[in-house]
């Protein structure tokens, strides 16, 4: 409904000049890629825009998984597992095991293991973390969508 809201034009003028939308790519087993939830919300928003004429003014752009498990996959494992402990202290071999998969089974267990997290504290927490001076890598996805608002 948002983009719907801000990429409809009124009196040949729109309420947004530029429309980023960053979305979880979800991807689940790595078969029809085109079956993936992050691609079928891409693909839809990318036909509100069409219709409404606003092709030219939104950029939808999608991770491969969630934001923890790119964050993680952005070199941000050790940050992320002490802000982790700090929300759940007796489940360091938990974040552990999950860290030490890769690729999909990595990313399976990344989410699994936030779905347990009040995502709301973490963010604080990681943002407390980066204002402090922490070392953080944004995922290049992230980059990507900032480097689109700007253009």
């Known amino acids: 409904p ?37 691609v079928l919300r891409k693909t839809a928003l990318d036909q509100i825009a069409a219709d409404l004429g606003a ?14 498990s790119e964050l993680v996959r952005a070199g941000n494992d050790a940050l992320m597992k002490a802000i982790y402990l700090k929300l759940h202290p007796r489940s360091e071999k938990k974040w552990d095991d999950a860290v030490k998969l890769s690729g999909d089974a990595q990313a399976a267990a990344i989410q699994a293991i936030f779905k347990s997290t009040r995502k709301g504290d973490f963010a604080q927490l990681l943002a407390e973390a980066i204002n402090e001076g922490k070392p953080f890598t944004v995922p290049a996805y992230l980059s990507n969508a900032i480097e689109a608002l700007v253009k």
């Open 55 to 68: 092709s030219s003014v939104l950029e939808v752009i999608i991770n491969t998984y969630s934001l923890e």
């Open 2 to 38: 948002y983009a719907r809201l801000l990429l409809t034009p009124h009196a040949e003028s729109r309420i947004a000049e530029r429309v980023i939308v960053v979305t979880d790519g979800d991807r689940g087993e790595p078969d029809a890629e085109s079956d993936q939830p992050g």
